[in-house]
């Protein structure tokens, strides 16, 4: 049943990206030329909203439906994280897409985004394989 629930909130997400334009190639080009403020206001509603979401769990001490508290740790900022995201900045400016929309662009009929999808699989195959490796 909890993967029925998931499966609707999915297609649901999907929904509400595809009626957006944020999954859109040209809209998220527009941002790279800085040509409009569409994603802009997107990406920082979403920012603004996970911002206030992150207070309220620490300030109510939430807990999850298993009743163990919701810890969140601060991370410092590490080289590897700015390499890393450099990495997936280029890939969303080179394939138009962050790994989120590219289900549902795959699940639109663009098909020249199933091989995106499959490379953003693939690489965390990859990552999962050797992350032992990596220094963290």
């Excluded at 990495?87 to 199933?114: D, E, K, N, Q, R």
């Excluded at 699989?121 to 999962?128: I, M, P, S």
Aim: proline share 4%.
């Amino acid at each position: 049943m909890v993967y029925f629930v998931v499966m609707i909130l999915g297609i649901f997400f999907g929904m509400i990206l595809s009626n957006g334009e944020v999954i859109s190639w040209f809209r998220i080009q527009e941002m790279f030329r800085f040509d409009s403020f569409h994603m802009y206001g997107v990406i920082g509603s979403a920012i603004a909203v996970g911002a206030v979401t992150m207070a309220l769990l620490r300030k109510f001490h939430a807990r999850s439906l298993n009743g163990d508290p919701i810890v969140i740790e601060t991370k410092k900022l590490e080289k590897g994280t700015v390499i890393g995201g450099v990495i997936f900045g280029l890939g969303w400016a080179m394939t138009g897409a962050c790994p989120g929309p590219l289900y549902a662009l795959a699940g639109s009929g663009y098909p020249a985004y199933i091989a995106a999808l499959l490379f953003a699989v693939g690489g965390a195959l990859v990552y999962g394989t050797i992350r032992d490796k990596l220094p963290h």
